[in-house]
């Protein structure tokens, strides 16, 4: 449901540690419909926001002041749609870069008559790095990271995108007492997003030491559900900012 968090020719983090750099997602072949299409002609313009290496204005950009929560990857948009409809107080910055997905979550958001989402179509990495103050300015009250690549050979697992040094950024740019919310249905890699936010000196488990109770606001997608059913688990992360 998520960017995944590389390709062959990556993207960079601004890290000199990275010895290899990452973006936040793959590029996926896919057709765009003819609903996908003309929800970009119709409300594309209002919804989209154009990639520039500037901060954002939250309060220009959504046209209120209200807690703004950055998902990392939407995947068709289903849960990002649910959950800006639950959460009608909070505004939703959504990173995407497949094009048939934007297009989905901009028709969900004319059917559904969603005001409080906008859509950045460009690598997430690069978002945080240059439109998201941190420290003291931190803009974000939440971040939702759902069903990242889990990247299951052991040999590719540093192209996964959440590592340290991008959740450094991420928490830098957490207001205090802001949230990060992460999902996989992949254990090893559950794993490693618990150990990597647990090492992070400016977040803290929620949970305790393990992993969180699903919250009531992340529906269960179809494929969640299926894969329930065939005895998959998932593992929910939740992190605050201190």
Known sequence: MTQTPNSPEPSPLSDA?????????????????????RAFADVG??????YAPALVDFAAVFNREAPTVLEIGFGMGEATAHIASVM????????????????ALLKRIDEQGLRNIRIL?????????????????????????????????????KRRLIQA?????LAARLKP???????????PYAEQILAVLSAEPLLHNTAGSGYA?????????????????????VWDVVFERV
């Open 165 to 169: 040094p991008l959740m450094a950024k």
């Open 213 to 233: 109770p699903k919250p009531d606001y992340r529906p269960l997608t179809k494929f969640e559900n299926r894969g329930i059913k065939l005895g998959h688990g």
């Open 177 to 187: 007492g802001g949230y990060l919310h992460c999902a996989t249905d992949w254990q």
């Open 17 to 37: 540690s990275y010895h290899r750099t990452i973006r936040s997602f793959v590029l996926r072949t896919g057709r765009t419909t003819a609903g996908q299409a």
């Open 88 to 103: 009608p107080g909070k505004n939703f910055l959504c990173c995407e870069v497949h094009t048939p997905g934007v297009g």
């Open 121 to 157: 179509q460009h690598d997430a990495v690069e978002v945080i790095d240059h439109m998201l103050p941190a420290g003291d300015l931190a803009s974000l009250d939440g971040a939702h990271i759902f069903f990242p690549d889990p990247w299951h050979k052991k040999k590719h697992n």
């Open 45 to 50: 313009p209002q919804f989209l926001l154009p």
